[in-house]
C-alpha cells in the first residue's frame, strides 16, 4: 500500500519557522517527483512547491520564494519543506504529493499531475 504520511506542521508566531516532513510507505521515492501544496479554508489547493525526481530541480510559488525551501533524502525516503519568516497568510493544511516521473530533472506544479497524497498537516501562524 502506498502512503505519504505528512508530519511537523503546529502553531507558530509570525516570523516562525517550521520544517515539514513526508515520509513515504511502501514504495520509494526515487523515482517520484514531489510536491507540496496548501488549502486555507474556503480557497483552492494551491501548489506551493515541487522537487524534481532527481533533485536537480525546484519550484517555488511566488508566495513562498526566498522563505520556503524544499529538499529531498531519497535514503530516509523522505521530502522536506523548510519553511522560515512564516506569515499569517501562511496558515493552512499542507499536503504533499507524488508522481512517478520518467524524466529525472523535471518537476510538476499541477494538483491533477498528482497521484499520490498525504493526508495533511495543519500549520497555523499567528500570534
Known amino acids: 500500500q502506498l502512503q505519504l504520511v505528512e508530519s511537523g506542521g503546529g502553531l507558530v508566531q509570525p516570523g516562525g519557522s517550521l520544517r515539514l516532513s513526508c515520509a513515504a510507505s511502501?514504495?520509494?521515492?526515487?523515482?517520484?517527483?514531489i510536491g507540496w501544496f496548501r488549502q486555507a479554508p474556503g480557497k483552492e489547493r494551491e501548489g506551493v512547491s515541487s522537487?524534481?525526481?532527481?533533485?536537480?530541480?525546484?519550484y517555488y510559488a511566488q508566495s513562498v520564494k526566498g522563505r520556503f525551501t524544499i529538499s529531498r533524502d531519497n535514503a530516509k525516503n523522505t521530502v522536506y519543506l523548510q519553511m522560515n519568516s512564516l506569515k499569517p497568510e501562511d496558515t493552512a493544511a499542507y499536503y504533499c504529493?507524488?508522481?512517478?516521473?520518467?524524466?529525472?530533472?523535471?518537476?510538476?506544479?499541477?494538483?491533477?499531475?498528482?497521484?499520490?497524497w498525504g493526508q495533511g498537516t495543519q500549520v497555523t501562524v499567528s500570534s
Open positions: 504529493a507524488a508522481v512517478r516521473s520518467y524524466f529525472g530533472s523535471y518537476y510538476y506544479t499541477r494538483v491533477g499531475d498528482y497521484g499520490y
Open positions: 511502501g514504495f520509494t521515492l526515487d523515482n517520484y517527483a
Open positions: 522537487i524534481s525526481s532527481n533533485g536537480d530541480s525546484t
